[in-house]
């Protein structure tokens, strides 16, 4: 049972390059997640899924856009990456338990934008 | 005003002592309440959670909650230096929500 995985763990990329961030959950979980945290800003929410084949905004949803491929998977794009989207992403699943939903979090991928 | 409040630190405290972290909140709608622990470089590990008032123990960890004065707090007993990192305070928007709010966590460090 791997719980969340992320890939890649590390990326550079040089402004304008566009890349997707793959996260895999194996817990059969509905919801899933993406984050970014940045050192004192804590962990902003991205976007979210609350099913396969919904997804909805979070906090900081500009220049991102996100796929939920299968219950499974759920990828995030960045089209034109900015030095302003360097940070360290979490993916994260979670399923209802006692009227509420806990979050299991994927390793992360550190990204560097040049 | 923010609206998961934690105090940054760090908070430096002395092996075998009960080590006390504090967070506020602001939608008082809120229900559910979350600890998280972040070691250097990895991800944040779920180790409490919260619902009704009063306080919660497992093991070494006891969370209390109080919604009338929108606090939720989390006590470490006997700290060990393998508590040392980062402690995340996490609260649910609004009433059945999914989508989670985190403070920006509070740096706990253990002296040996």
């Known amino acids: 049972n791997a719980g969340v995985t992320q890939t890649p763990k590390f990326q550079v990329l040089k402004t304008g390059q566009s890349m997707t961030l793959q996260c895999a959950q194996d817990?059969?979980?509905?919801?899933m997640y993406w984050y970014r945290q940045d050192p004192g800003m804590g962990l902003r929410l991205i976007y979210y899924s609350a099913s396969e084949g919904t997804t909805d905004k979070g906090e900081v949803p500009n220049g991102y856009n996100v796929s939920r491929l299968n219950k499974r998977e759920f990828s995030l794009r960045l089209e034109s990456a900015a030095p302003s989207q360097t940070s360290v992403y979490f993916c994260?699943?979670?399923?209802?338990?006692?009227?509420?939903?806990?979050?299991?979090f994927g390793p992360g991928t550190r990204l560097t934008v040049t | 005003q923010k609206e998961v409040e934690q105090n940054s630190g760090p908070l430096s405290v002395p092996e075998g002592a009960i080590a006390s972290l504090n967070c506020t909140y602001s939608d008082r709608v809120s229900q559910s309440f979350f600890w998280y622990r972040q070691y250097s470089g990895k991800s944040p590990e779920l180790i409490m959670s919260i619902y009704s008032n009063g306080d919660k123990e497992d093991g070494r960890f006891t969370a209390q909650l109080n919604k009338a004065s929108q606090y939720v707090s989390l006590l470490i007993r006997d700290s060990q230096p393998s508590d040392s990192a980062t402690y995340l305070c996490?609260?649910?928007?609004?009433?059945?929500?999914?989508?989670?709010?985190f403070g920006q966590g509070t740096r706990l460090t253990i002296n040996p």
């Open positions: 996490a609260v649910t928007l609004g009433q059945g929500a999914q989508k989670l709010v």
């Open positions: 994260a699943s979670s399923e209802k338990v006692r009227g509420s939903y806990e979050q299991y």
């Open positions: 817990m059969n979980h509905n919801s």
